[in-house]
């Protein structure tokens, strides 16, 4: 798409995506032609994500909200087919662990409330997610995950998924 071209520009100053230095892990997405960008990034203090807007091509930004909790890091957007945008991230809360998401009908303005697409009840490191659409709505969430009870090791994990079966469980 022609908001696609926004990466193909070089950005000549460096900019700050959050207030202070409280701010890695950032994944932009283009939201149109206009130059308006929403970016979801990982705080250091207490690693939750917060949504951050560019209404010129990156030059500047506003940080608008946090939209997790600590320790639900680090996020994906993803721009779906129904024009709606799908936040996933992953849950690192003890006693709630695995792959969430979170999804917006207004450009990022507002978002559902959260739910769990996976339980990893049992890994201990894991995350950066990254989803996709399909043709068919099927969404196709992959992440990186070790020590569960299969497979002891680094592996990746992916989840083939539909929004509305998910959104029914609350996490």
Not at 87 to 110: C, H, P, Q, V, W
């Amino acid at each position: 798409s022609a908001a696609s071209d926004v990466y193909k520009r070089q950005w000549k100053n460096n900019t700050s995506l959050v207030n202070g230095d409280d701010g890695n892990e950032s994944i932009i997405l283009p939201l149109n032609e206009s130059g308006e960008l929403l970016s979801a990034t990982r705080t250091h203090i207490d690693h939750h994500i917060d949504i951050s807007r560019s209404k010129d091509f990156g030059c500047s930004w506003i940080t608008e909200q946090a939209v997790t909790l600590c320790m639900q890091h680090p996020g994906d957007l993803t721009r779906l087919k129904d024009d709606h945008i799908l936040l996933t991230y992953a849950t690192r809360n003890k006693g709630m662990t695995g792959i969430s998401f979170r999804r917006s009908e207004d450009e990022g303005k507002s978002w559902k409330a959260p739910c769990s697409i996976v339980s990893l009840p049992d890994a201990k490191d894991f995350g950066y997610p990254s989803t996709v659409q399909m043709s068919n709505n099927t969404l196709v969430t992959a992440y990186y995950l070790s020590n569960i009870e299969n497979h002891t090791r680094y592996h990746m994990g992916v989840i083939i998924w539909k929004l509305d079966e998910s959104e029914r469980t609350n996490s």
